[in-house]
């Protein structure tokens, strides 16, 4: 069956509302602008605000995943107090590649990297996504106690089952199809188990990451040494490239992380331009 366009029918915004998005650009002279942002569901001057200036939009708070989360953030502290040995698993595909960074550097605040925290992405040729087994026995032999998923593992029922048999809790971090019943991890915190119309339920999965990254810091405030901000060039990164929808803390997050890069790039091109001088 040949599928069609479903075209919603137009929806022409007040007056009041084109006034108002002209304020943000005096030199906008026709009502379109205005008509798609209505189109959106963008109806009061709070949502415009938010919508158009990131730093007037109020973020979800992690703890909105509810007990996964705090399951997860309880692990993690168990793992930190007992100097557990954590493995990052992550994904091949740019949003596994940044999400592994991000647990990288925000799980790195709390535990010594290589030596208490460790990362492993599968052989996108020979392993494919997900957990596997030939991964979980290297990790095992390598006595590792906990492992946090990225970017994967909601359903990998069977791998998650043999993990513990080897010793091993799972945290799962991911964004994609959930199993038909919770799977039998630590904790599982995936935004598919919140309502569609909630701020993080498009988040890919280095805005999962992240969200568990500022769970940590909230609870462990005194440990981290580096702004949590710090992360947002990498969730940005991630977030345009995974092709999510950009809404609620996805837009935020994004528009946030691009504010982060461009900030980067001008302290970077000003250090190269003083290096360049000083060769004079």
């Keep these: 069956m040949e599928e069609q366009w479903l075209i919603n029918q137009t929806k022409e915004p007040p007056d009041w509302f084109i006034e108002v998005v002209k304020q943000y650009n005096p030199t906008f002279k026709k009502y379109y602008g205005a008509q798609l942002l209505w189109q959106r569901g963008i109806r009061t001057i709070s949502q415009l605000d938010s919508f158009i200036n990131f730093h007037s939009y109020q973020p979800a708070s992690p703890w909105e995943f509810g007990q996964e989360i705090r399951l997860a953030v309880r692990r993690l502290q168990s793992a930190y107090k007992n100097q557990d040995k954590v493995t990052i698993w992550g994904d091949f595909d740019a949003d596994g590649i940044t999400s592994t960074a ?55 029922i ?90 609620g803390d996805c837009r935020y997050l994004a528009q946030f992380g691009i504010q982060k890069l461009l900030e980067d790039f001008k302290k970077n091109r000003k250090q190269d331009e003083d290096l360049e001088w000083e060769d004079y």
């Design 158 to 247: 069977n791998e998650i089952i043999y993990a513990k048999a080897r010793g091993i809790d799972v945290i799962v971090t991911d964004h994609h199809t959930l199993p038909e019943s919770r799977p039998p991890v630590t904790a599982i915190v995936n935004p598919r188990y919140l309502s569609q119309d909630h701020p993080l339920y498009h988040l890919s999965g280095v805005g999962v990451v992240y969200k568990l990254i500022e769970a940590m810091y909230e609870t462990l405030p005194s440990i981290p040494k580096q702004p949590i901000e710090d992360l947002l060039d990498l969730v940005a990164i991630g977030l345009i490239a995974d092709l999510v929808q950009l809404s």
């Design 102 to 156: 991000v647990l990288w550097d925000g799980l790195g605040q709390f535990f010594t990297q290589k030596n208490n925290l460790t990362y492993y992405i599968p052989n996108r040729l020979t392993e494919s996504h997900g957990l596997n087994y030939l991964g979980i026995d290297k990790l095992a032999q390598e006595n590792c106690q906990l492992i946090v998923t990225c970017d994967t593992g909601s359903t990998n």
